[in-house]
């Protein structure tokens, strides 16, 4: 985000450090040459409280430079005495400049270091010091490295580049107000800082100027410097201001701040040209006017910017919400409660869509076609008996008593029952009446003549029950193939994103071999199945009698020549009193005596029965056993255990059960610093939302 802030910027020893120390009421750490080498961030703030210094490392860059995740270290305990600072700062500078070295080691071991010695010259990370008290401004500001125009011998060409991209990173925010320092003893033109922040801010709207060390101006030449003071010289929106820190004698006396102020102020009341300068320009002067008007500034911008920065706050939430969701579920502190919780949900749904759901995709949805398949192929295999020679031309009728009784049309092409349909159009494709009767007599043995050996039906029903093996295959192959594929969906949908993966593999191999169990139990369910059916027996013996009974009249009207089997199978009482005399009147007449007739000497019949009375057939037994044959052939758990499987499997009873869930619900390394990562930073967010909605109350 862009925040607005203050950064504190000016070329190499141009003053910047006693511009922090007079502003903040702190000593920097002080050597030759280069001082800062890694920003210094200010957050100053009045309170009614003691005075304290917290101190902090801001890592935003790895060792070799490259960005890393944002990390905020406490770097030692509050420091209560102002003495202490120093020290700590410079502890916290060590740190930051030797990143592979613990932190905490540099708060108890400090040997001495040059910047040649140190792993980084200069680096991004930085130091961050929040300071409070009675005495203290509301201000906060940012110590940038000073920019640096050559190296010596032992440093890095580099550090240069380095240390303006450092600057700029900072400055080319448009939020962000840049404090130039500049130095009354070295030409103006000749000092960096000012041409990057007219390359940043050429309109001099977010720049306020500062001159330091104006009693090192050579004489005759103070009236260049008033020009700045005035806005004559390089004019500002916020203007130039002027401060006189104390020079490094009086730091090696250990003059204190209040000394330092005094100081300063009796310098320009006392001082030529600056004593004698218009009233107007007299409150560019001295370090207190200076942190009044920046303070000032900063609490303007923030002000103006904060609409903005509330609604980049709430993106950025909404944002990291966001990826937070995205988040496997975070490990619960039940591991073995968590673990059961999500077995028994896998487990209720599985029985769930095994019971079946209304669900365009379930289960029994999917089976459904690949189970009228198995009924057709089945159905195919019902024997087709021809009740009439072999050498006769015509077709078999559609049995009507079976229209109900099937899921399908029992009219295919041509008005044929599909049941009844050949599979190519060949005389051979039947099993002719003669060819029955035939088999029968030949396997006649010392039965009585009108009987024969029940082997003859035996023999046609083995044929199309060994027939039901290879549809039995395939129905249960299909089966378990969709089984197996809606169990590995359930599994991923409960277990996928459960620990680093681990679980869900595991449960995967638990559920397969479960599954193999049970369809290895189904086979041998399937093949016993099979077996009794080659041994012909019912106890379905109502069922059976009357389909016999039925197919026997069919057979028996197939082969009516005069066709009266078929007028009687086919008829149908008329619905009004006076009936066609060119459609039947004296056939429906004929039937009508008959069936009062045999009324009338106690035979209660239908119009059905009627084919019964016809004349015996010499073909009659090879009709008994066709239509027996036809009328045995018309008359003819996955969940359980699945949850005891896995508890077994995944050995969740016992000793060991918690460390075992606890294992399994452990997420992978990289989701948990993930999760770390953005909870550290939704915390942060929230906090500073928190604080934004005080600004508007």
């Known amino acids: 985000m862009d925040l607005p802030m203050i950064a504190v910027i000016g070329s190499q020893s141009a003053g910047k450090s006693s511009l922090i120390e007079s502003i903040s009421g702190i000593t920097l750490p002080r050597s030759a040459g280069t001082c800062t080498r890694c920003p210094t961030e200010c957050k100053l703030s009045r309170s009614e409280d003691s005075w304290k210094c917290l101190v902090k490392l801001h890592i935003t860059t790895g060792p070799s430079g490259q960005p890393c995740d944002v990390l905020t270290i406490p770097f030692g305990s509050p420091i209560t005495d102002k003495a202490d600072v120093e020290d700590r700062i410079r ?21 001495d270091q040059t910047a040649e010695q140190a792993e980084l010259s200069f680096s991004k990370n930085c130091v961050s010091l929040s300071i409070s008290g009675k005495d203290v401004a509301d201000l906060s500001f940012v110590d940038l490295p000073g920019l640096i125009a050559s190296v ?9 580049d380095l240390v303006k991209g450092l600057v700029t990173s900072y400055i080319e925010k448009p939020s962000c ?6 130095t009354c003893e070295t030409d103006f033109e000749n000092q960096g800082a000012h041409h990057l922040t007219k390359k940043h801010d050429p309109e001099g709207k977010r720049t306020v100027g500062v001159l330091t060390k104006p009693d090192r101006i050579p004489a005759g030449e103070e009236s260049m410097w008033l020009k700045f003071i005035r806005n004559e010289q390089e004019p500002l929106v916020n203007h130039w201001y002027c401060v006189k820190q104390p020079g490094s004698q009086m730091l090696k006396d250990g003059i204190s701040w209040a000394e330092a102020r005094k100081e ?25 006017n200076l942190t009044e008007r920046l303070s000032t500034i900063l609490s303007e911008l923030i002000a103006k910017r904060l609409p903005d920065i509330h609604k980049e706050l709430y993106n950025i939430l909404r944002k990291t919400q966001d990826e937070m969701r995205k988040l496997p579920k975070a490990p619960s502190t039940d591991p073995v409660g968590e673990v059961w919780s999500i077995v028994g949900q896998f487990s209720k749904q599985l029985f769930q869509r095994l019971e079946g759901t209304p669900d365009q995709d379930g289960i029994l949805q999917t089976i459904r076609p690949h189970q009228e398949e198995f009924k057709r192929a089945v159905r195919e295999t019902a024997p087709r008996f021809i009740p009439w020679a072999k050498g006769e031309i015509r077709e078999l009728p559609a049995i009507d008593f079976l229209v109900n009784e099937e899921d399908e049309p029992q009219k295919s092409q041509e008005g044929v029952h599909p049941m009844l349909t050949p599979r190519s159009r060949t005389p051979q494709s039947g099993i002719y009446i003669e060819d029955v009767l035939h088999h029968a007599q030949r396997a006649r043995t010392r039965e009585l ?22 549809p039995s295959r395939i129905l249960f192959d299909e089966v378990y193939d969709i089984l197996k594929n809606d169990l590995s969906d359930l599994v991923h949908e409960h277990f996928e994103k459960m620990g680093r993966g681990g679980t869900l593999h595991s449960v995967l191999m638990i559920v397969n071999e479960h599954l193999d169990k049970v369809a290895k139990q189904a086979r041998e369910k399937i093949n016993w199945l099979l077996e009794l059916e080659k041994a012909p027996t019912t106890l379905n013996v109502h069922y059976y009698s009357d389909y016999k009974i039925k197919f026997l009249g069919y057979y028996k009207g197939c082969r009516d020549r005069e066709e009266l089997t078929t007028k009687l199978q086919n008829y149908r ?18 039937i009508q005596k008959a069936l009062t007739g045999l009324t009338e000497i106690g035979l209660s019949v239908q119009v059905g029965d009627l084919p019964k009375l016809l004349p015996v057939d010499p073909m009659e037994p090879a009709l008994l056993i066709m239509a027996g044959v036809r009328a045995y052939f018309q008359v003819r758990g996955l969940h359980k255990g699945m949850e005891q499987a896995l508890l077994d499997g995944l050995s969740l009873t016992g000793p060991d059960a918690y460390v075992r869930c606890q294992l399994m619900v452990q997420e992978h390394s990289s989701v948990a610093s993930k999760r770390t990562e953005l909870q550290k930073k939704l915390d942060r967010l929230n906090a500073a939302s928190l604080e934004l909605r005080k600004l508007f109350v």
């Open 264 to 288: 300063e102020n009796n310098f320009f009341a006392l001082t030529q040209p600056w004593s004698s300068m218009e009233s107007q320009y007299q409150k560019f002067l001295r370090t207190s």
């Open 91 to 111: 502890r916290a500078q060590r740190a930051i400049l030797n990143p592979s070295t613990e932190p905490q080691k540099f708060l108890y071991e400090l040997e």
């Open 152 to 160: 010596g011998s032992a440093g890095k060409t580099g550090d240069i």
């Open 177 to 182: 107000v840049i404090l130039l320092t500049v």
């Open 573 to 590: 009482a008329p619905t009004t009193i006076h009936a066609n005399p060119h459609n039947g009147q004296a056939f429906h007449q004929g």
């Open 449 to 470: 003549p009108d009987n024969y050996p029940f082997i003859v039906q035996e023999t046609y029903i083995k044929e199309f029950t060994e027939k039901w093996e290879t």
